[in-house]
């Protein structure tokens, strides 16, 4: 659904030419990369949160980390998913004191916050 809803608001923002659309070809926070280079960053990403997920479901670890890692996971798909159809991230929330950036972004910072939450609130048992 995280996937479906970003890139949705993604193809209005984009065919309406919202002021504050932006076609990002870095990787975030204006670090720019190449076109190939940025797919590979975000490939190799995916892959890593995706096996973390899978490996942590299959070994029912850390239950409490499959949510927040699905949101990255999902996030990161989002954006992947731009730079293969459109060349770049659309990046439409722009709050001037920040690098412009979209809801896919958000929520892999939602996720990756709630794991450092996670992983840093409990002693390991």
Same mark, same amino acid.
């Given at each position: 659904?995280?996937?479906?809803? =970003? ?12 002021? @504050? ?32 997920? *899978? ?26 998913? =731009?730079?293969?159809?459109? =060349? ?16 896919? =972004?958000?929520? *892999? ?7 450092? *939450? *996670?992983?840093? @609130?409990?002693?390991? @048992?």
């Amino acid at each position: 659904m995280i996937v479906i809803a =970003d890139q949705l608001i993604k193809l209005i923002f984009v065919k309406y030419q919202f002021l @504050s659309t932006f076609c990002n070809q870095g990787i975030g926070f204006g670090i720019e990369f190449t076109k190939a280079s940025s797919i590979l960053f975000s490939s190799v990403a995916l892959v890593v949160v995706a096996s973390a997920l *899978i490996y942590l479901i299959v070994k029912k670890l850390k239950r409490e980390l499959v949510f927040p890692l699905t949101l990255v996971t999902a996030g990161a798909l989002s954006n992947l998913l =731009d730079r293969i159809i459109r =060349d770049c991230v659309v990046d439409f929330i722009n709050l001037k004191i920040w690098p412009s950036f979209n809801l896919a =972004d958000a929520i *892999i910072s939602i996720g990756l916050i709630w794991v450092v *939450i *996670i992983l840093f @609130s409990r002693p390991d @048992s």
